[in-house]
């Protein structure tokens, strides 16, 4: 686990991750062409205070003043010009919109939110075990809170064969979540992995219900 700001300030840091959840919630009653006018505006806007921020000093030095203390050591090096978490929430929103039907989105992106969070929060108080790159404990509580959201998800059949496939995705993303420290953002990583692997699975087991898994991108396209 990242240790480099405090324990206080990260749970404020994840405090605004949860914020996040307003978009599966606000995408669970839209179309995913509103979802995407809204998202894309948003993240460009983000993505270039993002990047100003390294060329700019008077922009930066907001930045450090409003949110550097919730800033991770990485998102503040002025030599590898990092992209803060929330960018990444943004530009991974709006590519599990376009690329994921809304059914695997709808598991995929809460999973992110709750579940990265219960896996920094908890593993950094509680961890004790070493397991991977990170803690067992914040691992163990990254699955065991995706596989109550599975619960609360929309589903295709409903069949015990549909929550092992959610079940597995769960681990995959849990796994993902561990190893991605120092080469990738989880905040990328989590809901793309989970995604992928839900989606391969239902089409693999569920291939009468492949009509109802069509790619939002095809029909954006085309």
């Not at 929430?89 to 919109?97: K, N, T, Y």
């Not at 219960?118 to 070493?130: D, P, Q, S, W």
Request: proline share 4%.
């Amino acid at each position: 686990m990242d240790a480099s700001i405090d324990y206080k300030y990260e749970v404020m840091r994840k405090c605004i991750h949860l914020s996040s959840l307003l978009i599966p919630i606000v995408y669970n009653f839209t179309t995913t062409k509103l979802a995407l006018k809204i998202l894309i505006p948003i993240t460009l806007f983000s993505l270039l205070l993002d990047i100003s921020r390294f060329y700019l000093p008077f922009l930066e030095n907001f930045f450090n003043k409003i949110f550097g203390f919730m800033m991770r050591a990485h998102e503040k090096d002025r030599t590898k010009k990092n992209l803060s978490g929330a960018t990444y929430v943004f530009i991974s929103a709006v590519f599990s919109i376009a690329v994921f039907p809304k059914l695997i989105f709808l598991l995929a992106f809460p999973v992110l939110i709750l579940c990265d969070t219960a896996a920094a929060l908890l593993g950094r108080r509680f961890g004790k075990h070493k397991f991977l790159s990170k803690s067992l404990e914040g691992t163990i509580s990254f699955f065991i809170l995706g596989c109550l959201i599975v619960f609360a998800t929309p589903k295709l059949s409903n069949s015990f064969a549909e929550y092992l496939i959610a079940y597995f995705a769960i681990a995959v993303g849990a796994i993902v979540e561990n190893i991605s420290s120092g080469w990738a953002d989880d905040n990328l990583t989590i809901p793309i992995s989970v995604g992928f692997v839900l989606w391969g699975l239902y089409l693999l087991i569920f291939p009468n219900l492949s009509n109802q898994l069509s790619s939002p991108l095809v029909s954006l396209i085309f």
